[in-house]
């Protein structure tokens, strides 16, 4: 190998490697969003027990600003297993401030509403059976 080559090569890893990090150093993943949830494994089929503990949840903490087919306060919820993906649903519910400061996504909607999602309070088990009350409603 020349010495021009060398520098190309020497060049290409260190381009390599600053994209990874940039990739997986900085920041989180926008589609994930930013909260304690990193990871939601879903099974294939909806379990109806947990979705209907979300929805007792649901009815109790989040119906003063949701619907699922108009826009009340926030954004109407219909469809959001589809547009979203688990985890971020999750932070969304868990994290909303910080989620509507640096989640793109979120900030987005932010702008739209003018109004912040408050924290609810719900554990992250509760927040779990939500999401599996979305489910069962977008199946
Ligand atoms: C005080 C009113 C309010 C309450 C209570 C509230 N939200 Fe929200 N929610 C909003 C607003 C407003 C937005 C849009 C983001 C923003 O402006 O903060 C939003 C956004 C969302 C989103 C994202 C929607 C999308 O299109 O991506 C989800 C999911 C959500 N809320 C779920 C919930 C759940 C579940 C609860 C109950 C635990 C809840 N919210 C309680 C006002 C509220």
Redesign the pocket.
């Given at each position: 190998m020349n010495k021009k080559n060398i520098c190309f090569y020497l060049a290409l890893q260190i381009f390599i490697i600053g994209s990874f990090v940039s990739i997986n150093g900085c920041g989180d993943d926008p589609e994930i969003g930013i909260g304690p949830v990193k990871e939601v494994k879903l099974e294939p089929q909806v379990n109806e027990d947990m979705a209907n503990k979300g929805k007792v949840?649901?009815e109790a903490?989040?119906v003063?600003?949701?619907k699922f087919n108009e826009k009340l306060?926030?954004?109407?919820?219909a469809g959001?297993t589809k547009?979203?993906k688990p985890e971020?649903?999750m932070n969304?519910?868990l994290n909303?401030v910080e989620?509507?400061q640096k989640n793109p996504?979120?900030q987005e909607?932010?702008r739209?509403?003018?109004?912040?999602?408050?924290y609810?309070d719900?554990t992250q088990d509760?927040?779990r059976s939500?999401l599996e009350y979305?489910r069962s409603l977008d199946k």
């Open positions: 949840t649901f903490k989040c003063s600003c949701h306060v926030g954004p109407p919820l959001i547009k979203r971020w649903i969304m519910i909303p989620m509507t996504a979120a909607l932010y739209q509403f003018l109004v912040q999602m408050t609810q719900v509760d927040a939500i979305f």
